[in-house]
């Protein structure tokens, strides 16, 4: 799903960034074009073309790419040059990934994050140092992991499909909006702030280069907040309409989603089988990230999430879980994921 609009919410948080700094938030929305009786608007949503522009507003007036959330300002033209260090020469998505861990190791202030590959699993991350942000509204984090998502897929010209989104705070109020933004199960109240994904993606090619970069830039900030499919594989289409019906309903049936991929259920398994991979694989997939987000959460019984994810009884979800982790469902929640 394509988000073209975005929350008022998130309004409402680019200006709180502002008016720490002494900047009145009337004017910025009247020169963004926005009326300023959508903050008071709960359910309001805004064009993406004209929070982008409220955004560069703010950007040219702060010299701060951070909006005032990070621990000390981080210039205009910092991500810049970061995106010129990464796209000439690196090979692959990991190198890509490590030489931006490393430009903003750089500075004090950020924002910094680390590439973990776990040992003997098929999961990377990014982990992301946010103890530093005065973010009371989360849009500072939010943010952070959005941008380096997209700025991730945009590099390898395909969406990389999340596992799953790890935050280090407990549910906001908005946190619907999370489904839109990163098409993941969210795990709120975590031990880290993370972005889990297929260790595989890590070897796929940089496809970009310094012209599309300047392209991407002059788009920005707006491009990171509408949903881009870069040319999203089969793959990662069908995980996400798989990912989007849970908990509310269970796994689609694959002749739903060739229905909604608008191809017949023989079509889509030969495209899934050219990728390597076949429905089964990824409903299993699936509901394992459903079951470690919601486990590592504490939202739901065993029980309650067994029925969700559609095992006949609880004990076929205690071997399937099993199978995923080497461990217990009560195991895993014990030790907090």
Known sequence: MKVSTV???HVRAVLLGGERRGVAPAPLLARAGLPS????DAHARVPAEQFGQLVRLLWAILDDELIGFGAAPSKVGTFAMMGHAVVHGSRDL??????????????PSGP??????????????MEFDVAGYDDPLHFGAESTVLVAHRFASWLIRRRIGLRRVEF?????????EYVLLFGAPCVFGARRTAAVFDRADLDEPVLRDAAALRLFLRRAPVDVFVCADYGSTVTGRVRHLM????????????EEL????????????????AEGTTYQRLRDQVRRDHALAELAGGRVSIELLSRRLGFSEPSAFHRAFRRWTGETPRAYRARGG
């Open 243 to 254: 990912g989007g019906a849970l908990p509310a309903g269970p796994v689609p049936t694959p």
């Open 94 to 107: 990991r190198e890509a990934l490590r030489r931006s861990q490393a430009f903003y190791a750089l500075f």
């Open 168 to 176: 280090a705070y407990p549910e906001p109020r908005h946190a619907q």
């Open 37 to 40: 009786e959508l903050l008071g």
């Open 7 to 9: 929350s008022a919410h």
């Open 258 to 273: 060739a229905d909604r991929l608008s191809v017949s259920p023989q079509t889509l398994r030969r495209r899934l089988a």
């Open 112 to 125: 910094r994050f680390r590439l973990v590959e776990p040992g003997g699993g098929d999961e990377a991350r």
